[in-house]
């Protein structure tokens, strides 16, 4: 009678463990499917529908004349920049919650190079920041005496995108990892790892390529980032119903 007894609490405990293992894969993989996807819409605004519309590279004057009768937008991608690198914490412990099953170590490893990456966006953000203190006040009367301050605020500008684009080096390496840990995953499809690792793959060659040679301005990213678009459906429609 004790022995049935132990055995039917021990089956009512696997039961509630198991049930507690697939709800966190399927929350985990919900968190993390609506982070990046609000990333992936955050993002290309701060960056492609603001920045590159202020930016007129080789002309600081230009450039300095539209940040400031566009400061408020400009303060937006700032804010937009800091949202991407909250999502991105946000994601790695969701990402590492619903991989861990795989690998604890790796999920661990990856979850880290996304936080570092979130990290360094944070920092250049700073640049962006400095520009705002600069142009404090600011009329858009262009005088001589402003030159230096244009120059300046170009400057920053570019030492903000080239930092941004280094340290898609770490979110590469976390991509990398991700891949390879979806592709080793029982309940996921290996394509799916297999086009995260061509993705991590065209941000690698972009980053270091920038480093090896001042002459390298390739945007091999632009086109292997299929999988991380891929990542955010599935997430969203099959990891929320994945079973432990």
Known sequence: MIHMV??????IIMKTNQTISEFSLRKSALIAGIGILL???????ANFAILDTLILHG????????????ESQFRMAIFFFMLVAILDILVAWALYMFLKPINSNLSLLAAWFRIIYATLLVAVLLYLVNILQLISGAGTTVSPESEQLQSQVLHLLEQFNRGWDLSMIVFGFHLLIIG??????????RILGILLILASIGYL???????LSPEYHGTIALYTFIGE?????????KGGKVES
């Open 6 to 11: 132990i055995c039917n609490q021990n089956q």
């Open 39 to 45: 990333m992936a819409v955050l993002a290309p605004i």
């Open 59 to 70: 002309d600081a004057q230009g450039t300095y004349i539209n940040i400031i009768k566009s």
């Open 180 to 189: 390879y840990l979806i592709f080793r995953a029982g309940y996921m499809k």
């Open 205 to 211: 060659i972009d980053g270091f390529g920038q480093i």
């Open 229 to 237: 678009l891929v990542l955010i459906f599935w997430l969203l429609i």
